[in-house]
């Protein structure tokens, strides 16, 4: 008999070509956006996506706003 054993799978956060481990995996991901934009403040207005499921993570991506000031 075969068995199977279920497993989390860890989330991460790219931004900008730069992978950013979870600093907390009990928060959203809109918590998580809150807590990284001390370090990277242009993620408050970025969009975010996800989760894409790569092996063994559940990855999400910020991605910034682009358009015209004024």
Excluded: C, H, W
């Excluded at 989330?11 to 907390?24: A, L």
């Excluded at 207005?45 to 682009?66: C, W």
């Amino acid at each position: 008999m075969a068995s199977l054993t279920a497993s989390a799978l860890r989330r991460e956060f790219v931004y900008n070509g730069t992978v950013i481990p979870d600093p907390n995996p009990s928060l959203s991901p809109e918590q998580v956006r809150d807590t990284l934009v001390a370090a990277y403040p242009e993620i408050a207005t970025a969009a975010l996506s996800g989760p894409e499921v790569k092996s063994d993570s559940a990855r999400y991506t910020f991605s910034r706003a682009i358009g015209s000031k004024g």
